[in-house]
């Protein structure tokens, strides 16, 4: 488990006994947490206590929240691996923890599957390429599809008195994290290339349900260069969706569904965002930041 410094309380003879705060990756709470852990502190889950939190509202913060958490994800799988298998552990409890560090690891593989779907499927129609070994590899991975979906299911079902119409969300959500397969992969790459990045924190707005995010000076008005990759793999999955429907590849569909609606979903939320953001403040420029 890991405590995402979002709500909780530490006591001070866990933190320095787990060898206190480090900097060297981009998620120090996930750092710290599993470090406690390897020393043999246990957390304690309150579900009675609620911490209210926010999800970015627009979708460019959203991306760079998003790119915080792979990358330093990533960077603690090259970290404390290594540790936790020499820990004296659990086999079970070493397999969790390798699942969750290495969670990231999937974006890497979830852009190759969209880069080579419909071009596979093209060549298998023409007798041609490793179609039959692609798809069988593809069909494993539905293994993973339904852990995924099951884990949803459990957390929605445990919060949430209207979980069954939240689940008609999940296929959303699903294109949603294949839509930000791009820049999740480049985090995982900077991460094994060892590149520093700064800290870049998630715009708070305190926003509530009407309000205008856009007029916060916090609002992100310069469009991220990855979102010109991500609106060229929008274009080359809905063209690849039209292939997988031409050559009637029904079980392929839904698959390449999820890729072009993920990209195109990803990519037109950041550019419309942005257009709000910059229209709002050609009519109002936002008020300075205080001086601290």
């Given at each position: 488990i890991n405590f995402n410094g979002t709500a909780g309380v530490w006591r001070r003879t866990c933190i320095e006994d787990a060898g206190g705060w480090e900097h060297d990756t981009l998620t120090e709470d996930l750092d710290l947490s599993y470090r406690a852990q390897l020393e043999g502190w246990d957390f304690e889950y309150v579900s009675a206590v609620e911490a209210p939190a926010e999800l970015p509202p627009d979708m460019n913060a959203l991306r760079s929240q998003q790119f915080r958490w792979a990358k330093g994800g990533a960077e603690m799988a090259l970290k404390l691996a290594g540790r936790l298998w020499r820990a004296a552990q659990p086999l079970r409890v070493k397999l969790e923890g390798t699942f969750h560090?290495?969670?990231h690891f999937a974006f890497p593989f979830i852009l190759l599957a969209t880069l080579t779907h419909a071009p596979l499927l093209l060549l298998k129609s023409l007798g041609h390429g490793p179609g039959d070994?692609?798809?069988?590899?593809?069909?494993?991975?539905?293994?993973?599809?339904?852990?995924?979906?099951?884990?949803?299911?459990?957390?929605?079902?445990?919060?949430?008195?209207?979980?069954r119409q939240r689940l008609r969300l999940f296929p959303t959500f699903m294109a949603g994290t294949m839509g930000l397969s791009l820049s999740n992969s480049d985090a995982v790459w900077q991460a094994l290339r060892g590149t520093d990045t700064a800290f870049v924190r998630t715009p708070k707005y305190g926003a509530s349900p009407g309000d205008g995010w856009w007029e916060s000076?916090?609002?992100?008005?310069?469009?991220?260069?990855?979102?010109?990759?991500?609106?060229?793999?929008?274009?080359?999955?809905?063209?690849?969706?039209?292939?997988?429907?031409?050559?009637?590849?029904?079980?392929?569909?839904?698959?390449?569904?999820?890729?072009?609606?993920?990209?195109?979903?990803?990519?037109?939320?950041?550019?419309?965002?942005?257009?709000?953001?910059?229209?709002?403040?050609?009519?109002?420029?936002?008020?300075s930041s205080p001086v601290s």
């Amino acid at each position: 488990i890991n405590f995402n410094g979002t709500a909780g309380v530490w006591r001070r003879t866990c933190i320095e006994d787990a060898g206190g705060w480090e900097h060297d990756t981009l998620t120090e709470d996930l750092d710290l947490s599993y470090r406690a852990q390897l020393e043999g502190w246990d957390f304690e889950y309150v579900s009675a206590v609620e911490a209210p939190a926010e999800l970015p509202p627009d979708m460019n913060a959203l991306r760079s929240q998003q790119f915080r958490w792979a990358k330093g994800g990533a960077e603690m799988a090259l970290k404390l691996a290594g540790r936790l298998w020499r820990a004296a552990q659990p086999l079970r409890v070493k397999l969790e923890g390798t699942f969750h560090l290495t969670a990231h690891f999937a974006f890497p593989f979830i852009l190759l599957a969209t880069l080579t779907h419909a071009p596979l499927l093209l060549l298998k129609s023409l007798g041609h390429g490793p179609g039959d070994v692609y798809f069988a590899l593809m069909g494993f991975g539905l293994f993973g599809f339904v852990g995924f979906f099951l884990s949803q299911l459990f957390a929605q079902r445990a919060l949430h008195p209207d979980w069954r119409q939240r689940l008609r969300l999940f296929p959303t959500f699903m294109a949603g994290t294949m839509g930000l397969s791009l820049s999740n992969s480049d985090a995982v790459w900077q991460a094994l290339r060892g590149t520093d990045t700064a800290f870049v924190r998630t715009p708070k707005y305190g926003a509530s349900p009407g309000d205008g995010w856009w007029e916060s000076r916090y609002a992100i008005a310069e469009l991220p260069r990855v979102v010109w990759g991500e609106v060229g793999l929008a274009f080359y999955s809905a063209a690849g969706l039209g292939v997988t429907i031409a050559l009637g590849e029904w079980a392929a569909i839904p698959f390449q569904a999820l890729f072009a609606v993920g990209f195109v979903l990803v990519a037109a939320s950041s550019l419309r965002q942005v257009l709000t953001v910059r229209q709002d403040r050609t009519v109002s420029p936002p008020a300075s930041s205080p001086v601290s």
